[in-house]
């Protein structure tokens, strides 16, 4: 059974940092493409940031400079590093496995989903 677990959520002023982690379990994730995913209330769930399985990633242009995603396959954990955050990035994040590879924008095209963490940013 696959399972995704975020955590690494949390409140911070804006300028802060945090970094999300996501632990998979039962899945050969290092061979396939993952991605981070957010959604704020009211809103369409959308892809921030994506990585495959040599590594190449891409970015939502809004977060861009800001945001890096990396993965350490040893402790099957996918990172997200969070920089200079704006309280446009208020929302709960989600790591998603097994999809579109390199996909950021709208449209939610995986099969595997954590439970999410929530960001939230202050002005």
């Known amino acids: 059974q696959v399972q995704l677990v975020e955590s690494g959520g949390g409140s911070v002023q804006a300028g802060g940092s945090l970094r999300l982690s996501c632990v998979v379990s039962?899945?050969?994730?290092?061979?396939?493409?993952m991605g981070w995913f957010r959604q704020a209330p009211g809103k369409e769930r959308e892809g921030v940031a994506a990585i495959d399985s040599d590594g190449s990633t891409n970015y939502a242009d809004s977060v861009k400079g800001r945001f890096t995603i990396s993965k350490d396959n040893a402790k099957n954990t996918l990172y997200l590093q969070m920089n200079s955050l704006k309280p446009e990035d208020t929302a709960m994040y989600y790591c998603?496995?097994?999809?579109?590879?390199?996909?950021?924008?709208?449209?939610?095209?995986?099969?595997?989903w954590g439970q999410g963490t929530q960001v939230t940013v202050s002005s």
């Open positions: 998603a496995a097994e999809g579109v590879c390199l996909w950021v924008g709208y449209g939610v095209p995986y099969n595997y």
């Open positions: 039962g899945y050969t994730y290092s061979s396939y493409c």
